[in-house]
């Protein structure tokens, strides 16, 4: 595709229930990252991949956030136990060098 | 350890009138510099870089910013607003390679008619 596609665009889970969310980043671009935006806020970084490495998990808030990208190319952030302060929108950007494409994000919400 | 600080919430300008978002921001070694657009329910939209070479840098919708290393400053300017350029807008800095972006916390452009 043209640009960084995520799915589903939105989500309500109920507290306690285990989550994915999808990326798929632009062809060819060999990093990926995982960004969590709150409300009113900036995003903040949560991992990195470059082809299937995961080289920088320091952002994952909790050890219930795993992310995976196993051939290099389509992304899964997966949430476990999920809490209302997960609620977020969550976007992942692909780059091959310099600038950062964003996908639309997927927005969270925990009840 | 970077950071970035977007010292006003909103800002708002008359259309046809010249805008200027602020951002400036701290790094350890050389700065890489963003500005991003966000509409609502849509995700982060690429405006311009700063990496090396001209420190005014002109990028997409008629927008350009101006690295200021003294002041440790990039602010995005647009010489006539338009209402359509009403978003959230946010600047962010890497200190090079490809790191992590770090974003400041976004100004809330309002262009009235």
Redesign the interface.
């Known amino acids: 595709g043209a640009g960084?596609s995520?799915s589903p665009r939105y989500k309500v889970a109920k507290r306690g229930q285990d989550v994915a969310l999808r990326c798929d980043p632009i062809s060819g671009h060999v990093?990926l990252?995982w960004?969590q935006q709150a409300l009113?806020?900036?995003?903040?970084?949560l991992t990195?991949f470059?082809n299937e490495a995961q080289l920088?998990k320091s952002?994952l808030p909790s050890d219930r956030f795993f992310a995976e990208r196993p051939e290099g190319s389509v992304s899964t952030l997966k949430i476990q136990r999920t809490q209302q302060e997960d609620s977020a929108v969550y976007?992942c950007?692909s780059?091959l060098a310099?600038?950062?494409?964003?996908?639309?994000?997927t927005r969270l919400t925990v009840l | 350890a970077q950071s970035v600080a977007q010292p006003e919430d909103q800002v708002k300008v008359a259309e046809g009138n010249p805008l200027t978002v602020k951002c400036t921001y701290s790094v350890s070694g050389n700065p890489y510099l963003f500005w991003y657009v966000q509409y609502p329910n849509r995700g982060l939209q690429f405006l311009l870089k700063y990496i090396t070479g001209d420190n005014l840098v002109k990028g997409s919708y008629g927008f350009e910013a101006e690295f200021n290393k003294s002041q440790t400053s990039f602010h995005l300017k647009k010489p006539s607003a338009l209402v359509s350029d009403s978003a959230l807008y946010f600047c962010a800095v890497r200190d090079g390679g490809n790191t992590p972006l770090v974003f400041g916390k976004g100004t809330r452009l309002s262009v009235i008619a």
């Open positions: 960084v995520q990093s990252f960004y009113g806020q900036g995003p903040e970084f990195y470059q920088d952002g976007l950007a780059s310099g600038a950062k494409f964003f996908g639309p994000g």
